[in-house]
């Protein structure tokens, strides 16, 4: 399976530059049907944007008579894996699922989308990721971009200019400027998924100058003939790890809450930074009506490297359509609902419309877009990609369940149940055997 994930200039530049010059295209299947069928979809894309989601879902079902889609919750304490294979067992899985990592799993079940509407108004670049031996397995959502977050107000008060933070040493200077202020420093979630999915992905997106250099070790890890300890790239993650722990304004916290607890203090200013994505901007503006809150990098080095000055950038997951136990009615309703959210004007609203008006705050990557994000965190992730400082998501690449390993070890580690040797012992051990994916291996 080729599997590229470049991001950069090009091709979102490309889908931002495209998004605001062609009218959307009217849903066309839900005019004519003879008898109502329901649709489900697992989940709601994120939790973080639950709300907004199902106010969409609601909107397409009262703009057509043919079909009615039902968002099943799921378990969130399960994988994509463990939540959709007894409802395959079961004779009962999801007409539509929504995925990243898992893609190779799936792409025998689902419909392939090469040729279709949606397919058509992506750039091929960004189709790579769900592309498995020449089948299109899904199309994407958004672009999302994680970094380091910050309260505006709060660096504007203390003087500090995140573009002058360049170096770990500058980054050191500022948080303890934050701290002395009363401002917290970082908050640095214990979170799982944000330690194993994206905190991770900050050593392998840094790992070496090209994409090929970044399989490369992936297929060491795989295998096992990689030494983390012995890589200079890793050694300098894992010091930047480590000063995020430093200056965390809170204890490690691996319960549910943590979360909206991290979000509340960065919106409040007792934290000044937060090592998190753009998905969290909704929340952010609604707990802090008229801050900006900004995306700035992570550096991890001392050097004038360029993964000191770019934030990564990649689509967050794929959406797919079950093929073998949907009928073809579910298969076109799916489809049709999905058209409606990228392409009608309606659905593009909830879209990208911002969060005080009901949108999801997406950045579109699909042409035809009359509306675009206009938040202040929007509009930087949009000049870090045109002048390609971006990091490329080699979390796309992960084996399945892998990042719930990966963070669990970010987790003992954060608490200081483990050191950094065995935080790496502990990630070579996760990786040893894993299917080559990125290769095109099959599993």
Sequence with gaps: MKK??????????????????????????????????????????????????????????????????????????????????????????????????????????????????????????????????????????????????????????????????????????????????????????????????????????????????RLAVLDGLADGTKDLAKDPVFQDYLATFNLLNKYNQAKPNTTDTEYSLALADLASGKAAFWFMGNWAEPDLIKAAAGTDFGVMPLPISNTKSIGNKSISVGVPGYFMIDKEQSTAAE??????????????????????GPVQDGGMNFIPVYKGFTVSPKTYMAKEIAKYVNADNTLEWINTYYPAGGQDLYGASGQKLMAGKINGAQYAAELEKAWKGSVKTWRGVKK
């Design 4 to 213: 590229s994930m470049k991001l950069g200039a090009i091709a979102l530049t490309s889908a931002l530059a495209l998004s605001v010059v062609v009218a959307g295209t009217p849903s066309a299947t839900a005019a004519t049907c003879k008898k109502k069928t329901e649709v489900t979809m697992l989940g709601t894309i994120k939790p973080e944007i639950q709300d907004q989601f199902l106010a969409a879902v609601k909107d397409y079902n009262a703009s057509q008579t043919c079909y009615t889609l039902e968002s099943i919750p799921g378990d969130r304490k399960l994988t994509f894996l463990q939540n959709v294979t007894p409802m395959y067992a079961a004779k009962n899985a999801p007409t539509i699922m929504y995925t990243l990592q898992e893609i190779p799993d799936m792409a025998d079940k689902v419909m392939d989308w090469k040729g279709s509407k949606l397919a058509k108004l992506v750039a091929p670049s960004l189709l790579e990721a769900a592309t498995v031996g020449g089948k299109l397995v899904g199309v994407p959502s958004t672009a999302e971009a994680f970094g380091l977050l910050y309260n505006k107000k709060v660096l504007d008060k203390l003087n500090i200019d995140p573009t002058k933070i360049t170096t770990r040493q500058s980054l050191e200077v500022a948080l303890r400027k934050a701290k002395k202020a009363g401002n917290g420093g970082v908050r640095f979630s214990s979170i799982w998924w944000s330690l194993g999915a994206h905190f991770s992905n900050i050593y392998f997106a840094n790992s070496a100058p090209t994409h090929e250099g």
């Design 331 to 352: 298969r076109a309703g799916a489809v049709d609902f999905l058209e409606w959210l990228y392409t009608t004007p309606a659905g593009q609203k909830r879209i990208a």
